[in-house]
């Protein structure tokens, strides 16, 4: 019987204790103890909605009857909260999420001023949901809660969804020391 040689040097090591000895032999990497993710705003949504609300809106009171004009009254509604939006998006900057050592910083709403300044401690809950987000909100909707408050940012007030993981995961190392101290 005749052996081809080999052609192919031998594969690498695998399994936990080669996985084990690369960690040890690399540096220990120094965790970044501050977070800040910008939020983004878009106003274009606001700018439709403001003019096709009130100038659709006063058409409808003006030319119809009362159906129409109750509709209108609506779609005049509508147009004034979005141009209320709209007003403070130029007045106010959209809002950072913060996450220090010792405190987070959480934007009330998009363009919004004072912002919520909480313990870490304090923030009870942090998750994504996905799939059970209203029809007019883009998923996934990061969701941080405060005691009995639920603060919702949905992706569209991000640059990408990475932003949000970002948040995640740094509220969760925020979390982590507090119960693995407790635990000792």
Known sequence: MT????????????GDATEAKRRDSEPPRALSTTVEIDLEVSRNRSISWTVFGIIVGI??????????????VVLIAMGAWHAWQL????????GTIIVKD????LPRGLCLPKPIVV??????????LRRSVPWNRSAPVLVVE???????????WFASEADQRHVV???????????????S
């Open 102 to 105: 010792g405190e987070v910083s």
């Open 146 to 156: 405060i005691g009995p408050r639920a603060l919702a940012f949905p992706r569209d």
């Open 59 to 72: 058409l409808l009171v003006l030319r119809l009857g009362t159906v129409g004009q109750w509709v209108g």
């Open 119 to 128: 313990k870490p401690t304090e923030v009870t809950a942090v998750y994504f």
């Open 169 to 183: 995961h740094a509220l969760l190392a925020q979390s982590r020391p507090a119960s693995s101290s407790a635990e």
């Open 3 to 14: 052996r081809s040689k080999s052609e192919s040097q031998t594969s690498p090591e695998t």
């Open 87 to 94: 007003v403070q998006s130029f007045l106010y900057p959209p």
